[in-house]
């Protein structure tokens, strides 16, 4: 079973997809002041925030690469040159 959710506009703008499997949701439970004092939603960073933090960068090709697993090195080329 899958269930739509009504997303916030800035999760639609970044794409997020508002279906989803039932086994990824949660019933919600509000934030408990005794054990998180001071915890509100304007304190979370948001995801435009986020992003400014910490850009992504889109990869045009993959020119080259030498090893393997963890030891791998990359030769690429961005979208941004």
């Known amino acids: 079973s899958s269930y739509k959710?009504?997303?916030s506009k800035p999760l639609k703008v970044r794409g997020i997809h508002d279906v989803f499997h039932a086994s990824l949701l949660q019933i919600?439970?509000?934030n408990d002041d005794r054990l998180f004092p001071?915890?509100?939603d304007n304190q979370v960073i948001?995801?435009?925030e986020q992003a400014m933090l910490?850009?992504?960068w889109t990869v045009d090709s993959i020119e080259s690469?030498?090893?393997k697993g963890s030891d791998a090195v990359f030769e690429v080329l961005w979208k941004s040159g």
């Open 5 to 7: 959710v009504e997303l």
């Open 28 to 30: 919600h439970e509000p």
């Open 38 to 40: 001071g915890r509100s």
């Open 65 to 67: 690469h030498k090893g």
């Open 54 to 56: 910490d850009p992504e």
């Open 46 to 48: 948001s995801l435009e």
